[in-house]
């Protein structure tokens, strides 16, 4: 496996259901995203690691929770999830979180269907 | 705050005509620019981007770009459209604070090619 890989690539899921994302980045970077991707919307920022610490939550709901057990997982955990959740969630890693080039390596995305 | 805008959220070109996709941005100090593309059902690769030093950028499948400070632009060109250039085109820059450096990306511009 190279780069940014993430599992599984399509999700339904009912309301009431408690569902994992899995992202892997084979890359040797120390940052990890997760990004919302709706319809006709620009590109969300929900969570930020860097070095295997939250550095920052993007005021998302609690339903979503991550979970960065080492630099090279990243894990989205969810449970309890609305209609307007449906989105593609995008996977990125980059170097670090202080680098000022920043670059963003991204997985292919989960899409998620909630019932 | 850092700010992006695409102007046109979808665009169509014909087969070997010049591809030109708007971007503007707004930014409080000097920016990083970067353009993502987005093939259908995959993540977002990156083309090119704009740290420091000469204004236009060269990338990937033949793509440029153009750093105008005096009209916050940077617009990505490409002089003959492909049939496999059809994709999602997005803009993003690098908001600098507090010693991260966070991507804040359009909404996103839609290239169809037309044979």
């Known amino acids: 496996e190279t780069g940014v890989t993430q599992t599984p690539r399509h999700l339904v899921m009912g309301m009431t259901n408690k569902k994992s994302l899995k992202c892997e980045q084979h890359?040797?970077?120390?940052?990890m995203y997760w990004y919302k991707q709706s319809a006709k919307k620009p590109l969300e920022l929900m969570f930020v690691?860097?070095?295997?610490?939250?550095?920052e939550n993007n005021s998302v709901p609690s339903r979503f929770s991550p979970e960065c057990p080492n630099s090279s997982h990243l894990f989205l955990h969810l449970h309890t999830l609305q209609p307007e959740d449906s989105a593609l969630y995008l996977c990125a890693s980059s170097q670090d979180r202080t680098s000022e080039y920043n670059e963003q390596f991204f997985g292919p995305g989960t899409r998620l269907t909630v019932l | 705050a850092q700010s992006v805008t695409q102007l046109g959220s979808h665009v169509s070109v014909s087969e070997g005509a010049l591809v030109l996709l708007r971007c503007n941005y707004s930014?409080?100090?000097?920016?990083?620019l970067f353009w993502y593309v987005q093939y259908p059902n995959q993540g977002l690769q990156l083309l090119l981007k704009?740290?420091?030093?000469?204004?236009l950028v060269k990338g990937i499948n033949g793509f440029e770009a153009e750093f105008k400070k005096s009209e916050t632009s940077f617009h990505l060109t490409k002089p003959s459209a492909h049939m496999s250039d059809a994709a999602e085109y997005f803009c993003?820059?690098?908001?600098?604070?507090?010693?991260?450096?966070?991507?804040?990306f359009g909404k996103g511009t839609k290239l169809s090619v037309i044979p």
């Open positions: 993003a820059v690098v908001a600098v604070g507090a010693g991260s450096y966070q991507l804040t």
């Open positions: 930014s409080s100090v000097p920016p990083y």
């Open positions: 690691y860097n070095f295997k610490e939250q550095t």
């Open positions: 890359l040797g970077h120390n940052a």
């Open positions: 704009y740290t420091t030093g000469a204004t």
